[in-house]
């Protein structure tokens, strides 16, 4: 898979996949692609899909650099719903900047 | 009628068409028509670009994505390159994913896996051309995430308690394309025979494929 | 008491009614929209994101109210006055004329 042109300045990545990691809880105003019912949750990187340009800046019209690694991260049902009626293994998987991402002890 | 763009658009109708059609000319009409006129005036598009940008879309629909279904499911080495690089192994179908990348997402007897994007409506279009109404519908964008199970069986699927349903949330640069399970009993028929098997539905996640 | 604002589009998990299996054939002016967009986009003229920023910003009953690509060419409008594409007086006053133009009364 080769690197969007724009990424070639990109910040480095800090996670890789199988590790645990929590979404930010923070309400920043602007065009933000982190859904808000996955903000303060903890998951699991599944694929590290190399750098993408920010949003939050494209969505201004600039250039979006340094590019953001961004990842697919699975969440459980549960940890996102508590009430959740399904197989307790039932995931949910979403693609998430880094900028939003913490290291987490514990997905649960 | 000399200008194509403004034609009335020939093609038979499948499902009822919406109020906002070709017929009446309302707000947003006129602002697509002045926005188009003031572009073209500018140097910006041309009406034979407009032409090929539509044709270029009314050829993208479900029997391609079912093609590349019918591949990997008969072919091994495409399957395995379709599953690492979803963007490159199409490029043998002649799509261009663009800016984004297309992550196909495999139905096994243990995982069934459907997408939403529950922040505007991103769609592999590239594969599937436009989406249908529903997936942009606030009812599904809201509830696939929460209720997936109670979202299928709605939509007359029902995915046995011991399968994980595993939703993607498109929020980001992938596309997502859903491989179904192959049906049992066609070990025997052809790629194109196959194909006919599977559905958009099913390659969004909402359906299984067709049993032949 | 700290209220973070959320967006009316950011619906995930947002109690909603049952899925009606609806969908509709494309109409002509749709698709000349959609095809704006994508000439739009690869002509460097607009970005996806700018798109979807100016959609988010519709009000919450507008968003509900309008159709798919009503909100995409408002959000066309709004992308290519921001960037000074065109003017808000050229873009009304072409309303205008085409408005008369085709018999549409005000």
């Known amino acids: 898979m080769s690197a969007p042109a724009a990424a070639t300045a990109a910040v480095p990545s800090r996670f890789k996949p199988g590790d645990p990691v929590a979404v930010r809880q923070a309400y920043p105003p602007g065009h933000i692609r982190t859904p808000w019912y996955v903000r303060g949750r903890c998951g699991t990187v599944v694929h590290a899909l190399g750098p993408f340009p920010n949003p939050e800046e494209l969505s201004y019209n600039r250039s979006g650099l340094p590019a953001q690694p961004l990842y697919r991260v699975r969440f459980r049902q549960t940890e996102i719903w508590p009430d959740y009626a399904g197989n307790r293994r039932d995931t949910v998987d979403i693609e998430i900047y880094q900028h939003w991402l913490e290291p987490a002890g514990d997905a649960r | ?212 | 008491m700290r209220e973070p604002f959320r967006g009316h589009h950011d619906m995930g998990g947002l109690p909603a009614g049952r899925v009606e299996k609806t969908e509709h054939d494309y109409a002509f002016w749709e698709k000349r929209v959609d095809a704006m967009n994508v000439l739009l986009a690869s002509k460097g003229h607009l970005r996806v994101d700018e798109m979807r920023r100016n959609i988010e910003a519709l009000p919450p009953d507008a968003y509900d109210r309008m159709s798919y690509y009503e909100r995409w060419i408002s959000a066309i409008a709004a992308t290519l006055l921001q960037r000074g594409v065109l003017t808000a007086d050229e873009l009304g006053r072409k309303m205008e004329a085409i408005a008369q133009r085709e018999g549409v009364p005000r």
């Open chain 2, 1 to 212: 009628m000399t200008d194509p763009l403004s034609a009335a658009h020939a093609h038979p109708h499948r499902h009822p068409p919406r109020p906002d059609t070709d017929d009446t000319l309302g707000h947003y009409q006129i602002m697509e028509i002045a926005i188009r006129e003031l572009l073209i005036e500018k140097g910006i598009v041309t009406p034979a670009e407009i032409q090929r940008a539509i044709e270029a879309m009314d050829a993208r629909g479900e029997a391609l994505g079912a093609r590349i279904v019918a591949r990997a499911w008969t072919d091994p080495v495409f399957k395995a390159r379709l599953m690492a690089d979803g963007t490159e192994a199409v490029r043998d179908f002649g799509v261009d994913m663009g800016t984004t990348r297309l992550f196909v997402v495999e139905n096994t007897p243990a995982v069934h896996n459907m997408i939403v994007c529950t922040l505007c409506s991103c769609y592999p279009r590239m594969v599937l051309g436009l989406p249908p109404d529903w997936y942009k519908s606030r009812n599904y964008r809201s509830r696939a995430v929460r209720e997936p199970r109670g979202v299928l069986r709605e939509f007359g699927l029902s995915v046995p308690d011991d399968v994980e349903v595993r939703v993607h949330d498109s929020t980001a640069d992938m596309r997502y394309l859903v491989l179904p399970l192959r049906p049992g009993g066609t070990e025997s028929l052809s790629a194109e025979r196959l194909a006919a098997l599977v559905s958009r539905d099913a390659m969004i996640g909402i359906a299984f494929a067709r049993n032949p």
